[in-house]
């Protein structure tokens, strides 16, 4: 049996050891790693979110950048296509599209990006629930990462059912990972209810405005295989959002995909 002089001395490096205290409740996790992203104050207070996407699908050296700008609290947004005539807009209600060319749908694409890279702050969204707390490693990395399961009450956003698995550095609080599914009907396989788990690991991070965001991530197949990746660019918190381009002009098309 420990003595207790023993049991005193493991109470003293939980508390004064960084990561060496139990992670505690799922909540607490996920307000440990929005501290370590900069915090919930800041993230929510800016007017906009803008950045540069370079999506390059699977280990290809090329791709599609789009440029991102969403509206914080509203989540209104308007995309554009550098060196394309295409440019996308989400109102909030429905989404349209100009010269649309790629086979997702507008409506899915709207914020998606937004939601990848915005992950540690969208884990509070209104209607997001939170699982029991666990531990889970990525591929040869031998970090035993914190997990949370996010998912979702019935009727918040277009897709309820999806999830997210946030994996955690359980020293430093900044998300790693995380594991999820899709589950937008437009772009599922007859008889399928969701694509299967892709793993999306963030390899680099910046500080901007005092928020630390990512700026590469790729995405694995549960096997190991790149699915794609993403280097994450020009981004600013400050940038007035420009209301006009919501109006949708003559010749655009609303997407009527079922989500």
Not at 68 to 85: K, S, W
Not at 136 to 164: I, N, Q, S, W
Request: charged letters at 25%; glycine letters at 8%; a negative charge.
């Amino acid at each position: 049996m420990r003595s207790w002089m023993t049991i005193l001395g493991l109470l003293l490096i939980t508390l004064l050891v960084p990561g060496a205290a139990r992670a505690g409740s799922a909540e607490e996790i996920v307000d440990a790693m929005i501290e370590a992203h900069g915090g919930m104050e800041t993230w929510a207070s800016v007017p906009t979110v803008r950045f540069e996407d370079h999506f390059k699908p699977g280990e290809s050296d090329s791709g599609r950048v789009s440029r991102i700008t969403v509206e914080q609290g509203p989540r209104r947004a308007y995309i554009d296509f550098p060196g394309t005539d295409m440019r996308i807009a989400w109102d909030g209600e429905k989404a349209w599209s100009e010269n649309w060319q790629a086979p997702a749908p507008p409506r899915f694409l709207a914020l998606l990006n937004y939601y990848f890279v915005n992950l540690p702050w969208l884990a509070k969204d209104p209607g997001v629930l939170l699982g029991e707390p666990g531990t889970g490693k990525l591929f040869d990395d031998p970090t035993e990462y914190v997990t949370v399961k996010m998912t979702y009450e019935a009727g918040v956003g277009d897709t309820p059912d999806d999830y997210y698995v946030l994996y955690i550095d359980p020293k430093t609080h900044v998300l790693k990972a995380n594991r999820y599914i899709v589950t937008y009907r437009a772009i599922l396989p007859e008889g399928v209810e969701a694509l299967p788990e892709h793993i999306l690991i963030y390899k680099e991070w910046t500080t901007v405005d005092g928020l630390l965001v990512p700026t590469s991530y790729t995405i694995y197949e549960l096997d190991g295989s790149v699915y794609g990746s993403c280097d994450v660019s020009a981004w600013s918190f400050s940038d007035p959002f420009d209301a006009s381009r919501m109006e949708m002009p003559e010749g655009a098309v609303v997407d009527e995909s079922t989500p």
